[in-house]
Every structure is written in structure tokens, then in C-alpha cells.
């Protein structure tokens, strides 16, 4: 059965759960959502909300919708619970286990529900150093992957979002000299004062699979008004800007690739990590399931001058995403570029030794969004359509 049609037949099952606690249903219920980007409801699903929630604490979260955050007393009323109680349930789900965020303080303070990628994921596994894993964060990480790879999360890609964008590597963007800002991560550091880095969680679920590539794990990166907060919160450590590019570099030295948010406002904060094909969420969206529309598509794209190529096949060990393909059998010999593959990251360009790659613009190449807004005007469409057919296409095959 293939991935598609094995969740189509567990959504017909959302009744088929009788050893499930009904707390613990709505919330499945809840995070399958279009909404929060949610899969249909499925065994892996209801083992991970299972896995994130005790009983008692979904009796509490159960009262959540999408993007519609309470307060403890709001969610005190709705439970039927003490107030002190709940105050200490929503207290380790926020602070504690991750699994929900929360803003304000005191009485004001609201929680809420995020999807499960991108967003609880994340939030739950941005750590120091992989020494703070508890067995608790490696059982989760385990069932994270396991729902990842049911393919969900392509179906609200069908429309492009272009929520990310790939640099290319500082050494390929040298003798680029039509090279915006914006492709300059020296540049884009510019407009912050704070910064704090942490482990990559997506390298960090392959390392407690089994599957890590052994590449860098200090690499996730906050940079703006976020990052005071989660060094106060102890889940990164405070850098400056100067340590902060060379942890970028020595990533690019490993094979990896930077993104970052697709805006240009240095207005709050902006997230960044550098990434591998095998491990990153993200790429993997690319990799394993044929879904580009979540990354931007690049400024750059290799151009290749076939009379200075020997067809090493170095370029091809390079690329992240086997978007160079190099055969050579006695004298047949052949070179491929999957442009539907290629981020423009340039690694490539730096692993020819010949110089026979070098990178050149895409025409009516279109920059990132000017701010956050500007993104919301331009793709908030899609996020929208992408959702509303999810839902469409569930309740035909009902």
C-alpha cells in the first residue's frame, strides 16, 4: 500500500482507536488539521500526541484550536479544573517539554498549539549540546520521523510558499559580482546585535536514529530580539556576530548549506540553520518527496563549460541534493544538471577543480519579500489553497 493511500485509509479510522483516551483523540483530531498543516489522522500521529501528552495534560490542551491561544484561567474554566492546577500542567508544556508556545506573563500569559513541523518539532528539540537528550526527547525524535516520512507535509507544498531560501556557499559567490545583500550572509548578519546558537534538530533525530552523517551539530541559529530569550531559557548558548559567521563557514567546509528566512526585514528575529540532503527536513521535502515549493527557488544556478570538464564526478560527491549527475564508463561519459533538484548553494562550483562550474543568474530572478508582511501578501494566498484542498481532498474520500 502506498504512503498516500495508507493515510487515506487511517483517516477513515479516527473512530478506530478504542484503547485511546477521548483527551487524547481531540487533540490528534486537533493537530491533523489543515489548519496547523496537520497529517490525516493516522497511527503514527496519534503514538506521537500520545507520546507528548500524558493523559491529564491532554485533559487541559484538549480545549486548544489552531492560532487560537488561552490563559490558564480561560483553560481552568474550560477543563473544569483548578486553577493552580492547570497553571502547573501549561507550565511544563511550555517550559518544560516545549510542546506548547506560549507569550505574555503573569495572568496575561496565553498558550497555544503549533503544527508539527514546522514549528513543535523544533520548539521541543533546540538544544545546547545533545548531552540535554533526555530518553523522553529520544522517543520523540523517533516518532517525529516516523510520521515525517509518511509524506504528509508535501500537500501543502503544491502551491508554492517559498517560507526559506538557500545562500550560496561564500567562496562559489567570489566572482559573482552582480551578488545582492541579500545572497551575502556576511550582509544579512549585519542588521542584528544578538545571536544564539544550537544543535540542528534535524541532524540531531538522524544522530539518535542511528542515521547521523556526521556533520556539524552546532549550526541552528537565532539571531535578533528571540535569541536573549532562549539563552535565558538555557536552550542555546549567546555568541557574537564574529563567532557566529565562522560557525556558518566551518558549516559550509562540511558540505553544508545556510537558509534562511525568505524576507529581508532585520525587524524581530530571523531563524537559520546550515543543512545536509540526508538529514534536513527541509531538502528532504526535495530528496524524498518531490516538493519543492517550500524553499525559495535560487538566485543562482550552475553553468557548466563541457570543454574544461575531465568528469571527476566531484561535483556530484559535493551536491547535496544529487542534482549533479556524472557517469563515466571507458568512453562514455556524460553530465547532468536536474535544475528541479539545484538550491544554487554553489557547493558544487567550489568542488571543480578545474573551474569548470561557475554560477550565473537566473533570469527574472525575483528578490525576497521586503518584510514579513510583504511575504504574508505575496504567499498567504497559497498557504491558504494549499490547506483548503487538503481538507477538500479528506472529505471526498470519506
Not at 556576511?186 to 547521523?212: I, P, W
Not at 524524498?288 to 566531484?314: Q, R, S, V
Not at 542534482?323 to 568542488?351: D, P, T, W
Amino acid at each position: 500500500m502506498t504512503t498516500k493511500n495508507f493515510l487515506k485509509v487511517k483517516s477513515l479510522a479516527v473512530g478506530g482507536y478504542p484503547s485511546v483516551s477521548r483527551a487524547h483523540m481531540d487533540l490528534v483530531r486537533t493537530y491533523s488539521s489543515p489548519a496547523l498543516l496537520g497529517p490525516p489522522v493516522c497511527d503514527q500521529l496519534v503514538a506521537l500526541v500520545e507520546h507528548m501528552y500524558t493523559e491529564e495534560e491532554a485533559e487541559v490542551a484538549r480545549h486548544l484550536k489552531p492560532w487560537r491561544p488561552r490563559t490558564a484561567s480561560s483553560l481552568a474554566r474550560a477543563s473544569g479544573r483548578p486553577l493552580q492546577e492547570v497553571q502547573g500542567i501549561l507550565h511544563r508544556l511550555a517550559h518544560e517539554k516545549y510542546v506548547l508556545f506560549s507569550f505574555g506573563t503573569g495572568d496575561k500569559e496565553r498558550f497555544g498549539l503549533l503544527p508539527i513541523v514546522p514549528g513543535t518539532f523544533e520548539h521541543v528539540l533546540v538544544r545546547k549540546s545533545p548531552d540535554e537528550v533526555t530518553d523522553w526527547h529520544r522517543r520523540f525524535a523517533e516518532l517525529f520521523e516516523a510520521l515525517f516520512r509518511t509524506g504528509f507535509i508535501s500537500a501543502y507544498n503544491r502551491r508554492p510558499v517559498h517560507a526559506v531560501r538557500y545562500l550560496p556557499v561564500r567562496e562559489s559567490l567570489e566572482a559573482v559580482p552582480m551578488a545582492l545583500p541579500s545572497d551575502r550572509l556576511e550582509s544579512v548578519m549585519e542588521d542584528y546585535r544578538h545571536f544564539a546558537v544550537g544543535v540542528c534538530q534535524c541532524r540531531l533525530t538522524k544522530n539518535l536514529l542511528g542515521e547521523g552523517c556526521g556533520r556539524p551539530l552546532e549550526t541552528c541559529m537565532v539571531m535578533g530580539d528571540f535569541a536573549p530569550t532562549l539563552v535565558r531559557e538555557g536552550r542555546m548558548r549567546r555568541v557574537d556576530r564574529e563567532e557566529a559567521l565562522a560557525i556558518k563557514r566551518e558549516a559550509e567546509k562540511s558540505g553544508l548549506v545556510t537558509w534562511m528566512m525568505n524576507d529581508r526585514s532585520a525587524r524581530f528575529f530571523r531563524c537559520s540553520c546550515s543543512c545536509c540532503g540526508c538529514c534536513c527536513d527541509a531538502l528532504r521535502q526535495i530528496s524524498e518527496f518531490n516538493a519543492p515549493g517550500f524553499i525559495a527557488p535560487p538566485h543562482y544556478l550552475p553553468h557548466l563549460d563541457i570543454t574544461l570538464c575531465d568528469f571527476c564526478g566531484k561535483c556530484a560527491k559535493a551536491c547535496t541534493m544529487g542534482a549533479m549527475v556524472v557517469e563515466r564508463e571507458g568512453e562514455k561519459k556524460s553530465h547532468l544538471h536536474r535544475k528541479e533538484r539545484c538550491i544554487g548553494c554553489g557547493l558544487c562550483v567550489v568542488a571543480c577543480p578545474r573551474g569548470a562550474l561557475s554560477l550565473r543568474e537566473v533570469p527574472d530572478y525575483q528578490p525576497p519579500p521586503a518584510d514579513f508582511l510583504a511575504y504574508l501578501a505575496k504567499y498567504g494566498v497559497n498557504y491558504l489553497i494549499n490547506g483548503f484542498n487538503e481538507w477538500l481532498s479528506r472529505r471526498r474520500s470519506r
